[in-house]
C-alpha cells in the first residue's frame, strides 16, 4: 500500500515567516486594552502557574517566560495575567499556514507564529526573491486581519500592525531563520546564493540551536559568533561535542542547507461530545475521551489505516480551552493505546476550568495492520481519491493565475510516424 502514498514536497530554499509572541498578539487581539498595559500569557500546559509569554512592557520591569506568578506579581504589581486558550491559538495559526500555502505549496509548519515557506519554481509566477517576499507578506497581512480580528475577516476597520510578522529568505531553513530573527518589524532580509557565509559569520552563536550548557562551553572557548566558530577545523568541535558539534559547525559555515518540507495534508477524522452541563470530573472526561476515540475509530475513512497523531481540545467555561496533542511512536489502531498519552496530559494538565464540549481528532495516519490488510485496497483508492482532487485543485489555481492552461497530456495520434510532431499530440490536462 506504501506504492500510493507520495512522498512531501520539499524546496532548498526557504522563507521563514516568524511572529514573536503570537498566542499574546492573539490575546491583544480580541482584548486590546493589553497593549498598552504590562500583560504575559499562562503556560497552559505546565503543572504549576508560570509565566509562558509576556509582553515588551512587562519584560522592562524584569518578569521572564518561566517565572511563577507570585514572582512575576512581585516584579510588576499591575502585571495583567491572561488565562491561556491554545484551541483559538491553534486555529488562528491555521489560518495564516493556510494564507502561506496559497502561495507556495510547500509549508512547514515549526512551532506557534513560526513557518517555513519552499519556494523552489516560483519565480515564473512571482518573479525574483523580492516579488516572492511581497506575496507571501501581502497574504500574510490579509490573513492577519482574519487570525487576529475575532469579528471578521473582511473587517477593514482593524489592522494589525505591520510589526506582527517577520520574513527571511536563504537558501536551508537555518540561513533563513537567521535572517528572520534579523529582520526590523514588518520587513525582510534576503540572503542570496552565494552570500550565506559572509551573512552568517557576524552573527552570534546563540542563534545555533544550542542548550545552555553547550553556549556557555563555547563563550568559555572565546567563540562569540559563527565566523568564529567556522574558522576553526570541523574535527576539533566534533571532538569537543561529538556529532551535535558537526552539525553546528556545518550550519555555521553554511556548508549545509536543511531544506522544507512540505506536509502532506491529512483529511482528519473529527467526532465530538456536547455535555448537557459542563464537567469538571476526571474520571468522566477520561471516559468520554475513550468513547470518543472508538467513535472515530469506526469512522469508514479510518478503514485500512492506523492513527498517527491524534489531538484532544476542549471548550470551557468563561471562552477557556485545553488542548492535548500526541504523536503516536507506534501507529496504532486500539483505543487504549491511543488513549494513553491524552490521559496522561489530562492528569498532569488537566482543563482549568469544567469542560462543555470535547473534540477528538485523528490528524495523521499510516498504512493498515496486519489485521487489516483486507482492506488495503479501499484504502489505497482512499489515497489515490484524495490525490486526485488535491491535482485538480492545483490545476485549477494555476489555470485562474495565468488566465490560460498550462498543463497538457501527451497523447500518441501517429504512432508510426518518425517525427515526434506529428506522432504526439497535447490537449489540455484534465485530471
Same mark, same amino acid.
Given at each position: 500500500?506504501?506504492?500510493?502514498?507520495?512522498?512531501? +514536497?520539499?524546496?532548498?530554499?526557504?522563507?521563514?515567516?516568524?511572529?514573536?509572541?503570537?498566542?499574546?498578539?492573539?490575546?491583544?487581539?480580541?482584548?486590546?486594552?493589553?497593549?498598552s498595559?504590562?500583560s504575559?500569557?499562562?503556560?497552559?500546559d505546565?503543572?504549576?502557574?508560570?509565566?509562558?509569554?509576556?509582553?515588551?512592557?512587562?519584560?522592562?520591569?524584569?518578569?521572564?517566560?518561566?517565572?511563577?506568578?507570585? *514572582?512575576?506579581?512581585?516584579?510588576?504589581?499591575?502585571? !495583567?495575567?491572561?488565562?491561556?486558550?491554545?484551541?483559538?491559538?491553534? $486555529?488562528?495559526f491555521?489560518?495564516?499556514?493556510?494564507?502561506?500555502?496559497r502561495?507556495?505549496?510547500?509549508?512547514?509548519?515549526?512551532?506557534?507564529?513560526?513557518?517555513y515557506? &519552499?519556494?523552489?519554481?516560483?519565480?515564473?509566477?512571482?518573479?525574483?526573491?523580492?516579488?516572492?517576499v511581497e506575496?507571501?507578506?501581502?497574504?500574510?497581512r490579509?490573513?492577519? /486581519?482574519?487570525?487576529?480580528? +475575532?469579528?471578521?475577516?473582511?473587517?477593514?476597520?482593524? !489592522?494589525?500592525?505591520?510589526?506582527?510578522?517577520?520574513?527571511?529568505?536563504?537558501? &536551508?531553513?537555518?540561513?533563513?531563520?537567521?535572517?528572520?530573527?534579523?529582520?526590523?518589524?514588518g520587513?525582510?532580509?534576503?540572503?542570496?546564493?552565494?552570500?550565506?557565509?559572509?551573512?552568517?559569520?557576524? *552573527?552570534?552563536?546563540?542563534?545555533?540551536?544550542?542548550?545552555?550548557?553547550?553556549?556557555?562551553?563555547?563563550?568559555?572557548?572565546?567563540? !562569540?559568533?559563527?565566523?568564529?566558530?567556522?574558522?576553526?577545523?570541523? @574535527?576539533a568541535?566534533?571532538?569537543?561535542?561529538?556529532?551535535?558539534? =558537526? =552539525?553546528?559547525? /556545518?550550519?555555521?559555515?553554511?556548508?549545509t542547507?536543511? +531544506?522544507?518540507?512540505?506536509?502532506?495534508?491529512?483529511?482528519?477524522?473529527?467526532?465530538?461530545?456536547?455535555?448537557?452541563?459542563?464537567?469538571?470530573?476526571?474520571?468522566?472526561?477520561?471516559?468520554?475521551l475513550?468513547?470518543?476515540?472508538?467513535?472515530?475509530l =469506526?469512522?469508514?475513512?479510518?478503514?485500512?489505516w /492506523?492513527? *498517527?497523531?491524534? #489531538?484532544?481540545?476542549?471548550?470551557?467555561?468563561?471562552a477557556?480551552?485545553?488542548?492535548?496533542?500526541?504523536?503516536?511512536?507506534?501507529?496504532?489502531?486500539?483505543?487504549?493505546?491511543?488513549a494513553?498519552?491524552?490521559?496522561?496530559?489530562?492528569?498532569?494538565? +488537566?482543563?482549568?476550568?469544567?469542560?462543555? !464540549?470535547?473534540?477528538? $481528532?485523528?490528524?495523521?495516519?499510516?498504512?493498515?495492520?496486519? @489485521?487489516?490488510?483486507?482492506?488495503? #485496497?479501499?484504502?489505497?483508492?482512499?489515497?489515490?481519491a484524495? *490525490?486526485?482532487?488535491a491535482?485538480?485543485?492545483?490545476?485549477?489555481?494555476?489555470?485562474? /493565475?495565468?488566465?490560460?492552461?498550462?498543463?497538457?497530456?501527451?497523447?500518441?495520434?501517429?504512432?508510426?510516424s518518425?517525427?515526434?510532431?506529428?506522432?504526439?499530440?497535447?490537449?489540455?490536462?484534465?485530471?
Open positions: 500500500m506504501d506504492r500510493y502514498l507520495s512522498p512531501p +514536497p520539499t524546496s532548498s530554499v526557504a522563507v521563514c515567516v516568524w511572529i514573536p509572541l503570537f498566542a499574546l498578539r492573539c490575546e491583544e487581539a480580541r482584548r486590546p486594552e493589553l497593549a498595559q504590562p504575559a500569557l499562562l503556560a497552559p505546565a503543572s504549576r502557574r508560570v509565566v509562558w509569554q509576556v509582553s515588551p512592557l512587562a519584560r522592562h520591569a524584569g518578569v521572564r517566560p518561566g517565572m511563577t506568578v507570585s *514572582q512575576a506579581i512581585g516584579l510588576c504589581p499591575a502585571l !495583567r495575567l491572561c488565562e491561556p486558550d491554545p484551541v483559538h491559538y491553534d $486555529e488562528r491555521a489560518l495564516l499556514l493556510a494564507a502561506l500555502a502561495v507556495s505549496p510547500v509549508v512547514e509548519p515549526a512551532e506557534l507564529g513560526l513557518a515557506v &519552499g519556494t523552489d519554481g516560483l519565480e515564473g509566477l512571482y518573479g525574483g526573491p523580492e516579488q516572492i506575496a507571501i507578506k501581502r497574504g500574510m490579509n490573513a492577519e /486581519r482574519g487570525a487576529f480580528d +475575532p469579528a471578521s475577516s473582511s473587517s477593514s476597520a482593524f !489592522r494589525v500592525p505591520r510589526s506582527a510578522f517577520r520574513v527571511g529568505w536563504g537558501q &536551508g531553513k537555518f540561513v533563513a531563520w537567521v535572517a528572520a530573527t534579523r529582520a526590523k518589524p520587513c525582510a532580509i534576503i540572503v542570496h546564493a552565494g552570500e550565506e557565509g559572509k551573512f552568517l559569520a557576524a *552573527q552570534p552563536v546563540a542563534v545555533l540551536p544550542l542548550d545552555p550548557d553547550a553556549h556557555r562551553r563555547l563563550r568559555q572557548l572565546g567563540l !562569540r559568533t559563527l565566523g568564529q566558530l567556522a574558522a576553526l577545523p570541523e @574535527e568541535i566534533v571532538s569537543q561535542f561529538g556529532r551535535a558539534g =558537526r =552539525r553546528w559547525w /556545518r550550519l555555521a559555515a553554511g556548508a542547507a536543511e +531544506p522544507v518540507v512540505g506536509r502532506v495534508l491529512p483529511e482528519p477524522i473529527s467526532v465530538s461530545l456536547t455535555f448537557f452541563t459542563p464537567v469538571a470530573d476526571r474520571e468522566m472526561l477520561v471516559l468520554a475513550e468513547r470518543l476515540i472508538e467513535r472515530a =469506526r469512522h469508514p475513512r479510518r478503514t485500512g /492506523r492513527v *498517527q497523531a491524534v #489531538r484532544a481540545r476542549a471548550e470551557l467555561e468563561r477557556a480551552s485545553w488542548l492535548a496533542a500526541a504523536t503516536l511512536k507506534d501507529p496504532s489502531a486500539d483505543r487504549d493505546h491511543i494513553a498519552p491524552l490521559k496522561t496530559r489530562l492528569a498532569q494538565a +488537566p482543563p482549568a476550568g469544567a469542560v462543555e !464540549r470535547l473534540v477528538v $481528532e485523528f490528524t495523521a495516519f499510516a498504512p493498515g495492520t496486519a @489485521e487489516l490488510q483486507l482492506f488495503a #485496497r479501499d484504502a489505497g483508492a482512499a489515497a489515490r484524495g *490525490q486526485r482532487r491535482l485538480r485543485s492545483a490545476v485549477q489555481e494555476i489555470t485562474l /493565475r495565468l488566465k490560460r492552461p498550462m498543463l497538457h497530456h501527451v497523447i500518441e495520434v501517429q504512432p508510426w518518425r517525427l515526434p510532431e506529428r506522432r504526439y499530440a497535447l490537449i489540455d490536462y484534465e485530471p
